[in-house]
């Protein structure tokens, strides 16, 4: 299993970011997937979710309205839109296969993370 994420970067507060996460290794259509992000100092935190389908979407209170998650299982991609970015969002964004059945919510397997900084 193999997840590697790209597109992050600086940018100023009210910017854009969109976020990629490249699956292989496993049947990317067959598994739930989520982004979460780990700032400086803080413990992870869970951003979003998405089902198999993509009919199914979850997000944290903290970027509800803001970030937009998808996935094309066509291209076994994973995506994270990040609009109004605020300095708040500025942290280490990885991509998790979600571990099946799990309650509360856990991961199998990570990315390596991609750093996204939000600062003027």
């Known amino acids: 299993v193999q997840l590697v994420e790209s597109g992050g970067g600086m940018v100023q507060p009210g910017g854009s970011l969109r976020l990629s996460c490249a699956a292989s290794?496993?049947?990317?259509?067959?598994?739930?997937m989520s982004w979460v992000r780990q700032a400086p100092g803080k413990g992870p935190e869970w951003v979003s979710g998405?089902?198999?389908?993509?009919?199914?979407?979850y997000y944290a209170d903290s970027v509800k309205g803001r970030f937009t998650i998808s996935r094309d299982n066509a291209k076994n991609t994973l995506y994270l839109q990040m609009n109004s970015l605020e300095p708040e969002d500025t942290a280490l964004y990885y991509c998790?296969?979600?571990?099946?059945?799990?309650?509360?919510?856990?991961?199998?397997?990570w990315g390596q993370g991609t750093q996204v900084t939000v600062s003027s």
């Open positions: 290794g496993f049947t990317f259509s067959n598994y739930d």
């Open positions: 998405i089902n198999p389908g993509g009919g199914s979407i």
């Open positions: 998790a296969r979600d571990l099946p059945q799990s309650d509360p919510k856990e991961f199998d397997y």
